[in-house]
């Protein structure tokens, strides 16, 4: 036989892992205390306002909320609802992927699997799931099995929006579950895996207790659900007294640390008064929120704060020139509100938004100022950045085949990453030329500064660790206005 080509030269290729992608800022959050999403999930997510409908219904405040977003042109993509639990949550296990279908189900004649629930250890080993005809029937079964094994009421069956669900009969933090096991070996039927219980399938919920809004927003942030931006339910408006995690201080409290920018509305009256300093965009500004954006609406009904959200949430900031403000922009179904001069220039001193009516004609949005004194799209632009530099130089890491020497060549290579990752921010207009409060001028809009490898200490070297990267950066900024002076000689 021949002798092999690679005996003489032998090619061997490796291939680098695809990147990490970044994040998406158009995701909006809405929280809601309203029932039809399980605690073992806590939030659903849509891409459109159809799918909402169907879910919770056109007079619930999820579709009102998701109408204002959805409305938006262009039109962003996705809206999250989050659950916020206001009483006691029973321990709750869903089925999983991998479960059996309905025709399959119906070949367990003698399934087995042991589950505990509230500290009760249930034993199964003659489920017959021969004669259901759905999933109903198959939660039927399970509930009574369960029951009676346990010789009474200790547990509910549903064939729910997820799949079947097995929920305690005791609510409250005391009440425990556990993933289903099926007994192994000739003869048995492991309905564990079949029904979607196993631990690698499920899903489970421990029992809670009656939660708060910010209990509920910490809860979901932990399951690793991702949103960009936050919405209320009209419930959690103008509430600012106590800090028990219930109020508008607090929800925004939590946004300021969880990087996520609240677009909180207002309904209180007290803002347009120039005298009242306890309404809720006062205490917001006063505690320097650079992450939460207060909007102004007479209507209780409305959700203008989603629909500002929504504009946000079209930028594409890989593009160039994408960037926008806030300011004058349209904002589909938001009745824009007849203030007064003063009422309007009462609502910017307490760094507050409002649609607006503006001369006889234009109905806008005006004009997008944080409750810190900040800017919406600055606030915005700067969270994409950050995620834009740490993905873009994990992707250096992650993406080498080698490695990046610990070298002054490996520190200019990780100098080049960061400098893509601003041009970027050029490129979409966040940033531009312009001067450092100190006068220089900044040519390109940024400057890197690096601490070269010779002064860079061994610890840092020996923990394979770089902290010499840094930059400075000039905000493109947005014109909100102009001021025109003229002489006229006849």
């Given at each position: 036989?021949?002798?092999?080509i690679?005996?003489f030269?032998?090619?061997?290729?490796?291939v680098?892992?695809?990147?990490?992608a970044?994040?998406?800022?158009?995701v909006?959050?809405?929280?809601?205390?309203?029932a039809?999403?399980?605690?073992?999930?806590?939030s659903?997510?849509?891409?459109?306002?159809?799918?909402?409908?169907?879910?919770?219904?056109a007079?619930s405040?999820?579709?009102?909320?998701a109408?204002?977003?959805?409305?938006?042109?262009?039109?962003?993509?996705?809206?999250?609802?989050?659950?916020v639990?206001?009483?006691?949550?029973?321990?709750?296990?869903?089925?999983?992927?991998g479960?059996?279908s309905?025709?399959?189900?119906?070949?367990?004649?003698?399934?087995?699997?042991n589950?505990?629930?509230?500290?009760?250890?249930?034993?199964?080993?003659?489920?017959?799931?021969?004669?259901?005809?759905d999933?109903?029937?198959?939660?039927?079964?399970?509930?009574?099995?369960?029951?009676?094994?346990n010789?009474?009421?200790?547990?509910?069956?549903?064939?729910?929006?997820?799949?079947?669900?097995?929920?305690?009969?005791?609510?409250?933090?005391?009440?425990t579950?556990?993933?289903?096991?099926g007994a192994?070996?000739?003869g048995?039927?492991?309905a564990?895996?079949?029904?979607?219980?196993?631990q690698?399938?499920?899903?489970?919920?421990?029992?809670?207790?009656?939660?708060?809004?910010?209990?509920?927003?910490?809860?979901s942030?932990?399951?690793?659900?991702?949103?960009?931006?936050?919405?209320?339910?009209?419930?959690y408006?103008?509430?600012i007294?106590g800090a028990?995690?219930?109020?508008t201080?607090?929800?925004?409290?939590?946004?300021?640390?969880?990087?996520k920018?609240?677009?909180?509305?207002?309904n209180?009256?007290?803002?347009?008064?120039?005298?009242?300093?306890?309404?809720?965009?006062?205490?917001?500004?006063?505690?320097t929120l650079?992450?939460?954006l207060?909007?102004?609406?007479?209507?209780?009904?409305?959700y203008?704060?989603?629909?500002v959200?929504g504009?946000?949430a079209?930028?594409?900031?890989a593009?160039?020139?994408?960037?926008?403000?806030?300011?004058?922009?349209?904002?589909?179904?938001?009745?824009?509100?007849?203030?007064?001069?003063?009422?309007?220039?009462?609502?910017?001193s307490?760094?507050?938004?409002a649609?607006?009516r503006?001369?006889?004609?234009n109905?806008?949005?005006?004009?997008?100022?944080?409750?810190?004194g900040?800017?919406?799209d600055?606030?915005h632009?700067?969270?994409?950045?950050?995620n834009?530099?740490?993905?873009?130089?994990?992707?250096?890491l992650?993406?080498?085949?080698?490695?990046?020497?610990?070298?002054q060549?490996?520190?200019?290579?990780?100098?080049?990453?960061?400098?893509?990752?601003?041009?970027?921010?050029?490129?979409n207009?966040?940033?531009?030329?312009?001067y450092?409060p100190?006068?220089?001028?900044?040519p390109?809009?940024?400057?890197?500064?690096?601490?070269p490898?010779?002064?860079?200490?061994?610890s840092?070297?020996?923990?394979?660790?770089?902290?010499?990267?840094?930059?400075?950066?000039?905000?493109?900024g947005?014109?909100?206005?102009?001021?025109?002076?003229?002489?006229?000689?006849?």
């Amino acid at each position: 036989m021949a002798i092999e080509i690679f005996e003489f030269a032998n090619a061997s290729i490796s291939v680098s892992p695809s990147g990490a992608a970044s994040g998406d800022f158009g995701v909006l959050g809405f929280l809601t205390n309203e029932a039809g999403i399980s605690p073992a999930v806590r939030s659903r997510s849509y891409t459109g306002l159809a799918s909402v409908g169907g879910d919770w219904g056109a007079t619930s405040e999820v579709y009102k909320a998701a109408t204002a977003f959805y409305s938006q042109t262009p039109t962003p993509t996705t809206f999250v609802v989050l659950s916020v639990y206001e009483t006691d949550q029973p321990a709750t296990l869903i089925s999983g992927a991998g479960s059996d279908s309905i025709s399959e189900l119906n070949n367990i004649s003698a399934g087995n699997f042991n589950i505990t629930i509230d500290g009760v250890d249930i034993a199964i080993d003659d489920l017959d799931l021969q004669a259901a005809l759905d999933m109903g029937d198959v939660a039927a079964e399970l509930e009574i099995a369960i029951n009676a094994e346990n010789g009474g009421a200790l547990c509910t069956v549903i064939s729910g929006t997820y799949g079947l669900e097995i929920k305690s009969l005791v609510s409250g933090a005391a009440s425990t579950i556990t993933f289903a096991e099926g007994a192994t070996g000739v003869g048995t039927s492991d309905a564990a895996i079949s029904l979607g219980f196993a631990q690698h399938q499920g899903k489970i919920s421990e029992g809670i207790a009656a939660e708060t809004p910010v209990d509920a927003l910490a809860a979901s942030l932990s399951m690793g659900r991702d949103f960009t931006g936050l919405v209320t339910a009209a419930k959690y408006r103008d509430a600012i007294g106590g800090a028990d995690g219930t109020n508008t201080r607090d929800i925004a409290a939590w946004a300021e640390g969880a990087k996520k920018i609240f677009c909180n509305t207002s309904n209180d009256l007290a803002v347009l008064n120039p005298a009242i300093d306890t309404d809720v965009a006062s205490v917001l500004m006063s505690m320097t929120l650079r992450f939460t954006l207060t909007t102004f609406s007479k209507d209780v009904g409305a959700y203008p704060s989603a629909s500002v959200f929504g504009r946000a949430a079209s930028v594409n900031f890989a593009a160039e020139g994408s960037t926008l403000t806030l300011n004058l922009k349209q904002m589909p179904t938001v009745v824009a509100e007849d203030l007064t001069p003063s009422e309007f220039a009462t609502l910017r001193s307490k760094n507050a938004s409002a649609v607006v009516r503006i001369g006889k004609t234009n109905n806008a949005f005006t004009d997008s100022k944080m409750s810190s004194g900040t800017w919406l799209d600055t606030t915005h632009g700067l969270l994409w950045l950050e995620n834009r530099i740490e993905v873009d130089m994990f992707n250096l890491l992650y993406q080498s085949t080698t490695k990046i020497p610990y070298t002054q060549a490996g520190i200019n290579t990780t100098v080049s990453t960061l400098d893509r990752s601003l041009q970027a921010a050029v490129r979409n207009n966040l940033c531009a030329p312009g001067y450092l409060p100190d006068g220089r001028y900044l040519p390109e809009g940024y400057l890197i500064s690096q601490v070269p490898l010779e002064d860079t200490p061994s610890s840092d070297k020996s923990m394979r660790q770089y902290y010499g990267l840094s930059f400075e950066m000039t905000g493109a900024g947005a014109m909100h206005g102009v001021s025109i002076t003229g002489g006229f000689t006849e």
